[in-house]
């Protein structure tokens, strides 16, 4: 076998093996789809598809919730909260990599601590706290936890990325005059911008799915997120799971466009750290 056939056959290999991952990923998603299209007496039909489809549950879930409301707080609250993430870790990155100022390395190490601590011991505290503030149904009430809980694991992922950046380049920019504010803009986001990428599609998923602590926090209908939604068709008799998993589809469904478009940036971020050196 020549060289040419190896390699052919080498890649139909690992081509065949990539499909067969992804039918297996897609499993799960074409069920809940499926089950979404199905009328209530094929609810529970192992099959992977069932005939005939309906669209009824779909109709139900629109015309029980105000979707494009509650659409619009969950659109709110993540992409207030990406912009939070990224601006405050890729400055402290910047303090820390960069300019290594007096007191970062500590305050690094804190943070990198408030990692081990799991969500559902800081439920009660925060609804304490946002009670006391005002904060119980208010953007404001989920978005400042949900930046609180990102910033850390971002600013993991820019401190290395700028600190692998040339320092040459950064002592270039004040020999030409440049201030830190412009450093930071001109030369530090430039040099890590797969690394903001990967940080604000990851923060951006994260926040879209969270449901514990919205659970906590939106308790009137019209502040309700997403991922409350699917609450009001479970429960002990699963009474209506067509309506459930017809709901899920929906909420998915902008994650999955995203990643579609996104796909290519957000592997080159993840990436881009195995290659440096």
Known sequence: ??????SQLRSSIIHAVLFVILAIWMVPQVYMLSIGLRTPAQAFTPALFTWPIT????VTVI????LPAIFLNSVIVTTATVVIVVSVASLFAYACAVLRLR??????TTLLTTLMVPLASLVLPLAILLKNFGWVNTYI???LPYAALGVPFAMVILK????????ELFEAARVDGCNAWQTYWHVALPL???ALVFVTIWQFIVTWNEFFLALIVLTRAE???LTIVPMQYSGLYMANPGALFAVLTLIALPLILLYILVQRAFVRGLLAGAVKG
């Open 141 to 143: 009430g989920l978005i």
């Open 160 to 167: 290395a990325f700028m600190e692998d950046a040339p320092r």
């Open 192 to 194: 890590v911008r797969p």
């Open 55 to 58: 669209f009824d549950n779909f």
């Open 63 to 66: 015309r029980d919730n105000p």
């Open 1 to 6: 076998m020549t060289s040419a056939s190896r």
């Open 103 to 108: 007191g970062t390395l500590i305050l690094y």
């Open 223 to 225: 502040m309700k997120t």
